[in-house]
Structure formats: C-alpha cells, structure tokens
C-alpha cells in the first residue's frame, strides 16, 4: 500500500522565481477575523485563513481540494498500522532554523493539547498512537487501528517550529514571538478588530511569494468591503453579497472571480439534552422536556424550510439546496439524500406526532460575519420556523469569532454553522460533526449538537478503516443515510462564493473559501 507522490510536482512547488521582482503590496478588505495566531488553537476557517499563510503542512489541497505535497514528498503505509512520511529537504523556518522531523513530532503532539479550543485537531490526530524519528527527514507513525486516510488527517496538521512554540502560549503566537512558520509569508502584526500584516518569507521553499506586503483589513460590514473596494482602498475583497455582484459585474474597474463552494451550510439543533436554553413552550415559559431531541419534531423543522426561497431571495440565486454534508464530486456523496422540500401540513403532522401540536418556543442563533448573508439566512429561518408553526422567540447574529466560541460551549438550541470540505472524501466532515463528540476517540470535535447514533458511528468506524476507496465510499454512503434520516443536522444550502477585485489584481477562485495572498496576482 503505497501513496507516493511525484517528484515532479515537489521540484514544480520549489522551483525558485528569486530573480522576479515583487509588487508592493496588497491590501485585501476581509470579512472575518480570526480567533487567534496559533494554528493549533482552532480549525474554524477564520483561523486558518491566516494559518495557512504562514505555516505549512505535510500535505496541501489544491483550489480542487486534490492533495499535493507540502512538508512531505512521500508517503506509504508500510503495513496497516505504520506510516513512513519522507519529509521536504532544505526547508528553513521564517527565522533561518532548519525544519526536520522534531518539528512535525513536536506539532503532532502539540496540537492535541490546546486548552478551550472552539474547534480543536483532536480528530486530526487521534489515529496516532506514537512516533518514531527515523532520521532528520524521515518520521513513522504507529495508528491505534487501521487508518486508510492517515495523511488526509495528520497530514493537515500545521507544523511550527519547535524551537519558537515550546512552552508558547496563546499570547506568544498572538505578538508574534512565537509565530515561526516555513509559510509563504511572515507575521508582522494583529491588531484585532482592525488588521493583520504579513510580508514576504524570502526563504520560503516553494514559489515566491508575489507580493511583498500583505494586509489584511478586517471588515465584517459587507456594505463596507464593497465601498472600499470601489474606492481604491483595497486591493481585493471576500465574501461578496451576492446581490452586489450584478452591480459589481457591470463596473470596468471590477472582476468578478466564483465558484461553487465545498463548504455545507446547515442548522444545528440541540438534540442531546433533557432541556435546552432556548427552548419554550408556545406561551414563551420555560420548557422542561427538550422536544428537540426528537428526530420527528427535526423532520419537521426540516420540512418548514423552504430552501429554494431562501436561495433565492436571500443569496441572489447563489447557491444549491443540500440534503446531506457531502456536495456532488465528493467521495460518500449520495445521490439518494436530497434536499427536503416545503410541506407545512408534513410538519404539522410530525409536530403533532411528537406530542408537540401547538408547537414550541425557538430562539436562531448565527453568525453575521463567517459566510455572505449568514445574518439575513437567519431572520429568514426564523419567519419560515414562524409560518411553519413555531414560536419564533428571537434571532440573535453575533461576530464569528464570539459565535464560535459559544457554540462550542452549547450555549444554544438552533444555530446556523457551515463546515467546509477540504479533502476529496466526505470523511472528515462526517466524523467531525456528526460522530459521538468523544475527546479521547477524536470524534466529534464539531459536534456542536451533541448529536449521537450508535448505528451511525458503527458505520462510520467501519468506512474510517477500509483501505479500498470504492468500498469507503460505499460505507460513508451507507453512514449518511443513516445520520440524515435521523435530521442530524438540517442541511440547508451549498453556497456559491465570489471575490471580488480592483483592476489589475488577479485571483484564484477556490472550492475551500480561502481569501490568501498567494491566491492573488498582478493581472497579465
């Protein structure tokens, strides 16, 4: 069982441009802030947006979420439970130090104990069992069972530099003082709430960096990233509101750049508790029996969303009604789950089945920062749960970055989140969020729900360790249906994303929503 990669592609991702000159600068008006610096702190895509640009990984998914070598050239699994990664040789950390196989051991490690992440590696690097250094640039890893997808995994965990983050604490990536990557670009400086600046890696090991200064204005306000933009003041803006593009389409001095996203947008309801925070009874007094944890009071709730509407009027026509967390192309897709359709007289029925006929009290939780119209998505679910025949008691957006944090602490009963696929297998997103949340197995790491099915993450396990990827997919297919008929999560839509730039300024549309500077280019 071998997984080897080309040496092709690793001379191709080292070639050197050194004798190219650098354009200035780039100013980029972003619309979400992350959490922190430290890439370990959380996976959520706020955070690794700047992750991304500093550090490196083992492996790196390409625009098409196809993987290509990062920190690693080679990789094969020497028996069931062993992996030998061949490491990249001549690869310096932003300070001039050496990168070798301490520096992955260390990060692997590391990564697994940060304390109060929202969205921790946990899953991503639960397989290991333990870790033996070969030789400066060759590592084996010891999984506790068979991992098929092993670099899918540990391979997306990013590598810091030994030397800088032993003992660092959150405060240490935060200033920079420990903020030491192999990345294309170096922190300089985060100033939350206002920006973040990066600058050139002039000993990056793959192809230069075309920019020599980068900032990152955090703008959370749409309206906001489209004036900036129209006026000069950046160069480059993400998340544009689809019923700006129109508009935008038309101005010679704008480009459009879309593609569909790989990123699931989807309501998670509370279903694990005896009692929910935001939940109660039609007169709005509190509710002691917790009728979210019923999966016909969910398939009700699923069959008040008109999804198609929401699409349309909301998103501009920007995005396709989901029914399951996998989008078409994807390994574990299934063609069978498709998206619920309107149909109150099914949904009252179901209520009224569930012993809830009046139906209940509900509050909507959402970000109103993280995707564009998450804010607008939620006030147009809360009158679609109120003409369905629930007590809509409230919608409540917030900035992503607080958001996250109180989800992943359950601190509401229906909130709207979205989990992007980065891989070509639907695997990590159905093992992160919809397994049993367990810490010490590394499942559910995303499972803000608490959602729980013993038949599902049966399933799941058995997918997770079949080598043969037809047989995989057949299992993570048999595993959707079983989490999606029980109204895991409420799926809503797969979103269409847009950027948007000045003339002269080019950009790589990408399936995982990354705004990076290497993404961006002077036009030709």
Not at 261 to 277: F, K, Q, T
Not at 312 to 339: H, I, K, W
Request: proline share 6%.
């Amino acid at each position: 069982m071998k997984f080897l990669r080309p040496a092709f592609l690793a001379l191709a991702l080292s070639t050197s441009l050194g004798g190219m000159a650098l354009a200035a600068d780039l100013m980029v008006g972003s619309s979400t802030e992350p959490q922190a610096i430290d890439p370990h702190y959380s996976r959520t895509g706020n955070s690794q947006q700047i992750a991304q640009q500093i550090f490196n990984r083992m492996i790196e998914p390409d625009k098409n979420l196809q993987v290509q070598p990062g920190l690693a050239v080679e990789w094969k699994a020497v028996d069931p439970l062993t992996w030998e990664v061949k490491l990249r040789e001549g690869v310096t950390f932003s300070d001039g130090t050496p990168f070798t196989a301490e520096d992955v051991e260390f990060s692997i490690n590391r990564a697994a104990t940060i304390p109060n992440s929202p969205a921790p590696f946990t899953a991503n690097v639960a397989p290991v069992a333990s870790i033996e250094i070969v030789d400066p640039l060759t590592i084996r890893f010891k999984t506790e069972k068979p991992t098929p997808q092993f670099m899918e995994l540990v391979g997306l965990v990013y590598i810091v530099s030994k030397k800088a983050a032993v003992g660092a604490s959150i405060e240490d990536f935060n200033s920079g003082k420990a903020t030491i990557g192999t990345g294309p670009y170096k922190f300089v400086s985060w100033t939350p709430g206002d920006r973040y600046v990066l600058k050139a890696n002039p000993t990056y090991w793959g192809e230069k960096p075309k920019f020599e200064n980068v900032t990152f204005r955090l703008m959370s306000n749409s309206a906001t990233r489209v004036a900036a933009l129209l006026s000069g003041d950046v160069d480059l803006i993400d998340a544009v509101p689809p019923n700006d593009e129109a508009t935008l389409a038309k101005d010679p001095k704008v480009t459009l750049h879309s593609t569909p996203s790989g990123r699931i947008i989807y309501l998670g309801l509370d279903s694990a508790r005896d009692e929910s925070p935001f939940v109660t009874g039609p007169d709005g007094k509190p509710l002691k029996a917790n009728p979210l944890k019923d999966a016909r009071v969910r398939k009700a709730m699923s069959k008040m969303i008109d999804r198609q509407l929401l699409i349309d009027r909301v998103l501009s026509g920007a995005g396709t009604p989901a029914g399951q967390l996998a989008p078409e192309g994807v390994g574990g897709y299934t063609a069978d789950l498709v998206a619920d359709t309107i149909d109150i007289d099914g949904a009252k029925k179901l209520l009224a089945e569930a012993g809830v006929p009046d139906g209940f009290g509900i509050t909507v939780h959402s970000s109103n920062d993280r995707f564009p119209g998450d804010g607008d998505v939620a006030q147009a679910l809360g009158q679609l749960f109120q003409r369905g025949g629930l007590k809509v008691n409230g919608v409540v957006t917030q900035p992503y970055n607080v958001y996250a944090a109180a989800a992943g602490k359950q601190e509401f009963s229906a909130f709207i989140f979205s989990f992007g696929t980065t891989t070509a297998s639907a695997s990590a997103g159905m093992n992160n969020v919809l397994m049993t949340y367990s810490k010490e197995a590394g499942t559910g790491s995303f499972n803000r729900m608490r959602y729980s099915n013993a038949d599902y993450d049966a399933k799941m396990r058995e997918a997770l360790a079949e080598f043969d990827t037809q047989k995989r997919n057949a299992l993570l297919s048999d595993a959707a249906k079983i989490a999606f008929g029980d109204q895991a999560i409420l799926p809503l839509y797969w979103p269409k994303v847009t950027w948007a730039t000045r003339k002269g300024i080019d950009f790589v549309p990408n399936t995982s929503e990354d705004t990076l500077a290497t993404y961006a280019s002077e036009a030709k």
